[in-house]
């Protein structure tokens, strides 16, 4: 019983609700995070009964990085997981010289002293990212090599 | 000699008897299936002995689902007789049972297995500690306030983000179906429930990234075996489902299972009788004294908020037109009257906008790629600099509990009335915010009996009400609604009439409160229809952490062409986290043949949360 009465209550609050779709984009490069359009609002509100967010949640341990081309340099496979996926994040962090996802990769590239590892890849900002549609291997592969 | 061989044979016949079938007697003398930790591994709450998981493959007898006893046979059993030694045995598949088992019985001479998955899983997870991550509430979307919770399993990295998240939440593909259906079902158990895992990183990009909530995470104070014994129980419920029940069998709900699993000692789940809300599962969890640290991650939102507060008006201007590719950036890091600080402020601050315009569908890849490319550069060009400095609001531990009583006293129009009320959740505009997200309500069957002239009536039971009030900043433009639905003794007779509204309006504030216009297309219904629309100025303020005042004015005009004037005040003193007193004034006007003066109502209420 108390279920049904939550529900029509809750079907009074959402009659109004429009269907809305969430672009959920994956890659390898910058610019692949989940775009949400107006819409979108009331497709979260919805979304509180059910906690779900993404339809195909899995059980992965990995990110995953098998749409993506391979580092030049064996790398370890963290790092590139780890970089495909965070990809804006660190473009952006790279570029203040500091923050977590730029200590996590230096703590994944097994790398000492972190504040020293901020500074040289804030310095090599222009080399890291040299085109707008710079991949995950590139910006590894830049960062190991300078 | 007879006797001899007689003997001889016996030790022999004990030698290669069955194990199995020895500990299961062992077991069934110790009363294992009755031990509360057996349930715990089987999901059988503490009424009963029928389990909460709802897939088959999660038992191994055929009765095992409703049968412990049973089901601990046919583990033992299983394990002595695995069909193979691979991932597909009883102990792979099974591995906080037989750890349990193997520990609590000493079983010996179990077949050697080869657990290739699991073990594969366990050195990429690296399990040696484990919080209780709560996303906060999402601005604008005041349902979220009951949030979410999933288990962080921590590894030996220093860095959190290579952590892994495991979360239960309904099998729903939001892009396939019917919005509508789809908050139905999650609500009356249409969906299954499945456990899942991911990186920690991929929830930040969810929640604090993309739904723009503020995250807060408790380290348990778990040690390692016990995170492990917690990681193999996962295991276990990895691909199993059980119907998921908006109300109490949800994420929250659980994750209690999981802590529950991992330190037995610890009773969560029982402090729970009807439903469970994400933040009661934080306050049992914490209640239990498992919780050693709290940490707080600000949402992008927060972020982007904290650097319009360092930034002149002038200055945000400048984020905003950098963001669109307005003006270049090499015109902030060239421009001699600013400080590097400022540059560094407004060039970050733009990159933020950019990100937020291109997430909302506001500007294409192409834009968002260039802009962001040349920001960061000129960025880069400006070395480390001053940490933004974002405040930490109020540990949602702080903010009252779900369930309310309320006992109220006072006047109408010169006559004594007492009024005695329940809300079984969650929060309303009046109420204190702190561990809430200001402008934000959300009530469920908010029910306040009035009695007067030895007589009770309904003075209100609104059955579902929503508001968000959210303010609009140089950054952020969002609109504020609100709904409500449900019997209240408003109209202009003095009988409570069911009504349901519907609107919207602007907010605008900044830390010591905030005001509001709205506008609210309303209709009242008993024996015959009423339309109508109330327009209402409304603010809030915010004395200090303690204080909190509330006031509105509305003016309602009807179909039936009848006009009506409401006033409202309230002043909030909290006395603790679960106890606040109210001082309220309302004015309600009724049609003159009622009432002269319509009602003039003062009261005092006391208010409990638990």
Known sequence: MKKLIVSIAAVAALSSAAIAGVNNQTGCGLGSMIIKDDSSAIMLALQATTNGTSGNQTFGITSGTSGCKKTKIVMNERAEEFVASNMDQLAKEIAMGHGESVDTLAELLAVEDKEAFASALQSNYNSIYSADDVKMAEVLDTISAS | ?610
């Open chain 2, 1 to 610: 000699m007879l006797r001899y061989i007689f003997i001889y044979t016996y030790f022999i016949s004990v030698l290669c008897a069955d194990s199995a079938a020895d500990y299961i007697s062992i077991a069934e003398k110790k009363k294992l299936f009755e031990d509360r930790y057996w349930h715990l591994l089987l999901h059988i709450p503490s009424k009963g002995n029928v389990s909460e998981i709802d897939d088959a493959r999660f038992f191994l007898a055929e009765d095992g689902f409703e049968n412990p006893k049973a089901e601990l046979r046919a583990t033992i059993d299983a394990l002595y007789h695995e069909q193979s030694l691979d991932d597909n045995s009883t102990a792979c598949r099974f591995p906080a049972r037989k750890q349990w088992l193997v520990k609590t019985l000493g079983l010996t001479d179990l077949p050697m297995v080869e657990c290739q998955e699991f073990n594969t899983l366990i050195k990429r997870m690296d399990p040696q500690s484990a919080s209780l991550v709560f996303p906060f509430a999402h601005v604008n979307s005041p349902a979220s306030m009951f949030g979410h919770t999933f288990i962080r399993i921590d590894s030996s990295y220093e860095s959190k983000m290579l952590s892994f998240a495991i979360n239960y939440a309904a099998a729903a593909d939001p892009d396939k179906e019917n919005g509508f259906l789809f908050a139905i079902k999650g609500l009356v158990g249409g969906y299954h429930g499945n456990y899942s895992l991911l990186p920690y990183y991929e929830k930040l990009k969810e929640y604090r990234d993309s739904d723009q909530r503020d995250i807060w995470e408790y380290d348990l104070d778990l040690n390692r075996d016990e995170v492990m014994q917690m990681v193999r129980h996962i295991w276990e419920l990895k691909d199993t489902y059980s119907w998921y029940y908006f109300f109490d069998e949800n994420c929250s709900y659980n994750m209690l299972w999981l802590v529950e699993v991992a330190r037995e000692s610890v009773h969560l789940r029982e402090y729970f009788t009807y439903y469970v809300t994400p933040p009661e599962t934080i306050h049992s969890v914490y209640e239990s004294g498992i919780v050693s640290q709290m940490h707080y991650r600000p949402s992008k939102r927060t972020t982007m908020l904290a650097y319009e507060d360092m930034l002149t008006a002038e200055e945000r201007e400048e984020s905003l037109s950098l963001a669109q590719g307005d003006i270049a950036p090499e015109s902030i890091v060239n421009d001699k009257t600013k400080s590097e600080q400022s540059k560094r402020y407004i060039l970050e601050a733009a990159s933020e906008l950019n990100q937020y315009n291109y997430m909302n569908a506001k500007a294409n890849k192409e834009d968002y790629l260039k802009y962001s490319r040349s920001i960061l550069s000129q960025r880069a060009l400006l070395g480390k600099g001053d940490e933004l400095p974002i405040s930490q609001p109020a540990n949602p531990l702080t903010g009252h509990q779900a369930t309310r009583i309320t006992a109220q006293t006072g006047w109408r129009n010169g006559t004594p009335i007492q009024l005695l009320g329940w809300r079984p959740a969650n929060h309303d505009l009046l109420d204190s915010d702190v561990g809430y997200l200001r402008g934000t309500q959300i009530e469920f069957l908010d029910t306040l009996l009035r009695y007067e002239d030895n007589k009770l009536e309904i003075e209100k039971l609104t059955f579902l009400s929503i508001a968000s009030i959210a303010q609009r900043t140089d950054f952020f433009k969002p609109f504020s609604w609100r709904m409500k639905s449900g019997w209240d003794t408003n109209y202009l007779n003095d009988k409570s009439r069911f009504m349901t509204s519907i609107g919207a309006g602007l907010s605008w504030g900044n830390e010591l409160g905030y005001f509001y216009f709205m506008l609210d297309p309303l209709f009242y219904y008993s024996s015959k229809f009423d339309a109508g629309v109330g327009g209402s100025m409304g603010a809030v303020v915010y004395e200090n952490k303690m204080l909190k005042t509330n006031m509105e004015g509305t003016h309602r005009i009807y179909d039936n062409g009848q006009r009506q004037w409401l006033a409202m005040f309230s002043q909030n003193i909290r006395l603790n986290n679960n106890l606040a007193l109210k001082l309220q004034y309302d004015y309600v006007q009724k049609e003159t043949s009622i009432q002269n003066d319509g009602w003039n109502t003062f009261k005092l209420s006391l208010d409990y949360f638990f």
